[in-house]
């Protein structure tokens, strides 16, 4: 498959996941100056009511950034950043968030949970890309119909909203019908794990909780120790907190007085977006990850975490083509 020119600029075939309150300005230039496309989430730009739009001001400084960045490193320069879309009814923000990233002509949008036609028509109309993120073929069908560019698969094992689907499953029955850029998420955690993603057939890989252990991430330093500390026994696969199945740390929620292998069920009702959305006082420190944590041995700056990423990536390279040569 060849990807659009917009991934020129990777270094490695690598996109850093939007992370919802964590990914920030820091960590976003932090990943595309490092060679990888950064992202957030346009809900992580908030603002109290009669203040500047707090997501015009986070889009302004990250092109300014990138643009200093570029014109003193012609040879090395940043990979794109995206901005990630949550369409989803409870998200009263949402026309306003797209003008803004129309107005900015964000190169990259992913969205998620909802495919709209004029969503992606907007993007395409600003210059850009859309990638939808997906848990399972018919939602991947639905996404393309609606004028999705390419697609995330979120497979088993992902951060957050995770699938329950093997990456090799979902991702062999995607490629039976669409050749466009796919990435896939699901415990990508290491180098070798963005080029296995390759082999299944995946354009590179989608990573979030690798980049939560970043001194650049809006992340409680406890959270950052935890991911460190724990592996994918560590992880719990729930919908009680958002109404939405997703991956979270055990001992975060044994901490709030719960045990994290008897949780009660909820449902997708429950998920809400808005600007008055409460979340329990008791949920407030439970915290998402995926089953790739294990990987993750201490908190370092972005760039590093890239620097590890790509140097395991050219191992992987190296080993598999001595293997089979």
């Not at 639905?142 to 990456?167: C, F, T, Y």
Request: net charge negative.
């Amino acid at each position: 498959m060849t990807l659009p020119a917009i991934f020129d600029n990777l270094r490695i075939p690598l996109i850093g996941s939007p992370l919802f309150i964590i990914s920030n300005p820091d960590l976003v230039i932090a990943q595309c100056k490092a060679g990888i496309v950064g992202s957030f989430p346009a809900l992580n730009a908030r603002e109290a009511e009669g203040e500047p739009i707090e997501l015009d001001r986070w889009l302004t400084r990250i092109k300014e950034e990138l643009d200093r960045h570029n014109q003193a490193n012609p040879d090395t320069p940043a990979a794109p950043y995206a901005v990630n879309q949550i369409v989803h009814k409870s998200n009263a923000r949402l026309e306003r968030d797209v003008e803004i990233c129309v107005k900015h002509e964000v190169p990259l949008w992913i969205t998620s949970l909802g495919a709209q036609n004029w969503l992606n028509d907007a993007a395409h109309g600003a210059g850009g890309k859309v990638l939808h993120d997906i848990i399972n073929n018919r939602f991947a069908h639905k996404a393309i119909e609606k004028g999705a560019d390419g697609l995330i698969a979120v497979a088993a094992g992902a951060g957050g909203h995770a699938g329950a689907q093997s990456p090799f499953a979902l991702m062999q029955e995607i490629r039976e019908w669409f050749d466009g850029p796919v990435f896939l998420s699901g415990a990508i955690a290491r180098g070798d794990s963005i080029l296995a993603a390759q082999a299944m057939g995946a354009d590179g890989g989608y990573a979030g909780s690798a980049f939560i252990a970043t001194t650049e991430a809006n992340a409680d330093e406890r959270y950052k120790q935890m991911i460190a500390d724990s592996g994918a026994s560590d992880i719990v696969y729930s919908d009680l907190f958002t109404g939405v199945w997703g991956n979270y740390l055990k001992p975060s929620i044994a901490a709030q007085g719960m045990d994290p292998d008897n949780l009660e069920r909820s449902d997708p009702s429950n998920m809400d977006f808005g600007p008055d959305r409460q979340k329990s006082k008791s949920w407030k420190e439970i915290w998402g990850a995926g089953q790739g944590i294990g990987a993750v041995k201490s908190v370092m700056p972005a760039a590093q975490l890239v620097d590890r990423f790509a140097t395991e990536y050219a191992a992987a390279r190296k080993r598999l083509f001595a293997q089979t040569a």
